[in-house]
């Protein structure tokens, strides 16, 4: 089945403790994208990647970083965390530029106290 | 930048009534894309229908329709015979025809189908 993936589902951590998201998904999409959906903000991307070793700012990526060693995995990495990112976040995975449809992994939910 | 406005944060409506829902987006761009997205409490993001700004017919998929007026910069979502299902948060998104894979969001309308 073709499907992103993202561990954990759901997550409480506290202020400065390192963590990462993992999204993996199994189409062999090129573009990979991390947002986050805030209330009353929609969803905003934080970073992209066009392929393997090729990453870039979103409009949100302050206090992030991201990776893409592989094509399929595309974790987010908050090396110190502050409450302003407990936020629900999206893994989102295409095959090429636009028109192609953005398939969207399941969300984690994250809470920073 | 591209912005995203969706004016309505809830709807209501009854089951089999038909309901729209609005969108505006700014763009200085000629080319690009549009979106409705739905959320229903399962969190998942699942397309409902998509519309190519270059293309002057309006999108149909079952009994979702859109009312695309380009040139107002106005992209609406119509629901007719909603259902139970219906009832999710809708998010309207924009998405340009070049650069970076990045889709633009509103802020989503709250949609209750009620019995």
């Known amino acids: 089945e073709a499907q992103v993936t993202q561990n954990p589902r759901y997550l409480i951590t506290v202020t400065g403790k390192k963590l990462t998201v993992t999204c993996s998904q199994n189409?062999?999409?090129?573009?990979m994208s991390w947002y986050r959906q805030d209330p009353g903000l929609g969803l905003r991307q934080i970073y992209y990647?066009?392929?393997?070793?090729?990453?870039d700012k979103g409009d949100v990526p302050e206090g992030y970083k991201v990776s893409r060693k592989e094509k399929r995995n595309f974790p987010l990495i908050l090396e110190s965390p502050s409450p302003n990112q407990t936020s629900l976040y999206f893994c989102?995975?295409?095959?090429?530029?636009?028109?192609?449809?953005?398939?969207f992994g399941p969300g984690t939910r994250l809470t920073v106290t | 930048a591209q912005t995203v406005t969706q004016s309505q944060p809830e709807m209501s409506v009854q089951e089999a009534e038909t309901v729209t829902l609005s969108c505006t987006y700014d763009?200085?761009?000629?080319?690009?894309?549009l979106f409705w997205y739905k959320q229903p409490p399962s969190r998942q993001m699942i397309l409902v229908i998509r519309q190519e700004a270059y293309k002057q017919q309006n999108a149909t998929e079952n009994r979702f329709s859109v009312n695309f007026q380009k040139a107002a910069k106005s992209f609406s979502l119509k629901i007719s015979d909603s259902q139970l299902g219906d009832t999710a948060m809708y998010f309207c998104a924009f998405q340009p025809s070049q650069g970076a894979q990045k889709l633009v969001f509103g802020q989503g309308t709250r949609l209750t189908i009620n019995p």
């Open positions: 989102a995975s295409s095959f090429g530029s636009t028109p192609y449809e953005q398939y």
């Open positions: 763009t200085s761009e000629n080319n690009y894309y």
């Open positions: 990647s066009m392929n393997v070793e090729v990453t």
């Open positions: 189409m062999n999409h090129e573009y």
